[in-house]
């Protein structure tokens, strides 16, 4: 069930570019680091269900969810290469940006998925408001 409800929550917040893998690997890691079926019963829903929304948060904060089996491959990173608004180049940042997509490529060896620093940035936001508003909630 906390799976499905983490998969809602991407569905209506289009601005969570989070794929089903990353929750999928998310959500194993979390009934690995808590094996007791009492955390994972229908009673515990909404304390397990919190639970898997904080490490989800902390994983895109802190860029930190790892694949289950291949602990090398980390599954969300920053891209090293920003967004320059008009497209159009000067000759010292084409170099920069060059030397970024060999970084990038280097990187794409033991990363999944890059997302921009400002994708990156709404995500956090949102899944802060959203820990916010759930703390808020059980108090």
């Given amino acids: 069930l906390c799976l499905m409800l983490l998969k809602y929550l991407v569905k209506v917040h289009e601005d969570l570019p989070l794929w089903s893998y990353y929750l999928k690997t998310l959500v194993v890691q979390m009934i690995i680091d808590h094996p007791d079926q009492c955390f994972w019963s229908n009673a515990n829903l909404f304390f397990a269900f919190k639970a ?55 990187l794409g060896e033991t990363s999944r998925k890059f997302v921009t620093a400002k994708d990156h940035n709404v995500m956090k936001q949102i899944l802060n408001k959203l820990t916010n508003r759930l703390d808020k909630s059980m108090k």
């Fill in 52 to 106: 898997c929304l904080m490490r989800l948060s902390q994983a895109v904060s802190l860029t930190d969810l790892y694949d289950t089996f291949d602990n090398r491959l980390k599954l969300l990173q920053k891209s090293l290469v920003g967004e320059y608004p008009n497209g159009f180049f000067t000759a010292k940042q084409c170099k920069r940006r060059n030397k970024l997509e060999a970084k990038k490529a280097r």
